[in-house]
């Protein structure tokens, strides 16, 4: 017994690469495309806010330094709504060492949000 199987029809074999390109077209898109960061961070978001830490001993430290110093630059620009850095968005911590090696300092730049005001 033999099973031959079915050539595939022109219209599927002309049709079935323009399916694909459109199902990557749009999964590229979902991926690659810069959403705003209230879609995944929250209700509001504003600009980016940055602030820097102080010095410290360790980079751990530095970078706690930095996170604590966020939070009361960006309640002074956009309001204490604003300034929980958990909520932020796009964060992107930047860290030097001093001269010598042994200190570190942070700078932090994150995307104020918040959710939206109670009516």
């Not at 079915?6 to 959403?35: E, F, G, H």
């Not at 600009?47 to 820097?52: G, I, S």
């Not at 929980?84 to 090696?101: H, K, L, P």
């Amino acid at each position: 017994m033999s099973t031959k199987s079915k050539p595939v029809p022109a219209s599927v074999i002309t049709v079935l690469p323009a399916i694909l390109a459109a199902a990557c077209a749009a999964l590229m898109s979902l991926i690659a495309a810069p959403s705003p960061a209230s879609a995944f961070f929250g209700d509001v978001c504003l600009d980016e806010v940055v602030a820097r830490g102080a010095w410290k001993k360790s980079h751990a430290s530095a970078i706690k330094s930095a996170r604590r110093a966020w939070g009361p630059a960006a309640a002074k620009r956009y309001g204490r709504r604003f300034a929980d850095f958990e909520y932020s968005g796009e964060r992107q911590f930047t860290c030097t060492w001093n001269d010598t090696g042994s200190r570190y300092r942070c700078t932090v730049s994150a995307r104020a949000c918040g959710p939206k005001k109670p009516r």
